[in-house]
């Protein structure tokens, strides 16, 4: 089976900084090509946040978090991470990770999420 397990979530004050882990097991990591940050804060839809491919050299953000979040992998510890930096408190949101294999349509793995909270 494959297992996706995100962690690193908390409260933190606006401004602050928090770094966000997500591990994948049951496969090895290059069976996921590309990983993918979201988010859904209460009463509103899922929204993207960032992807990564496999070598690291392919990242893409939203234009809500360009500059200020930073996605990065480890193929070694199977592992991709959101380091988030001058949070807003309009960042407060479960956190999801997620992974596209290279023949899926679109993400077919995702983990149950890690709440982040941002206070003022």
């Known amino acids: 089976q494959v297992q996706v397990v995100e962690s690193g979530g908390g409260l933190v004050q606006a401004g602050g900084s928090l770094r966000l882990s997500c591990t994948a097991s049951g496969r090895s990591f290059r069976y996921y090509e590309v990983m993918a940050w979201f988010r859904q804060a209460p009463g509103k839809e899922r929204e993207f946040l960032a992807f990564?491919?496999?070598?690291?050299?392919?990242?893409y953000y939203a234009d809500s978090v360009k500059g200020r979040f930073t996605i990065s992998r480890d193929n070694a510890k199977n592992t991709v991470y959101l380091q988030m930096s001058a949070l807003k408190s309009e960042d407060t949101a479960v956190y999801y990770c997620a992974t596209k294999e290279a023949a899926a349509a679109g993400y077919n793995y995702w983990g149950q999420g890690t709440q982040v909270t941002v206070s003022s």
């Open positions: 990564i491919g496999w070598s690291g050299a392919s990242t």
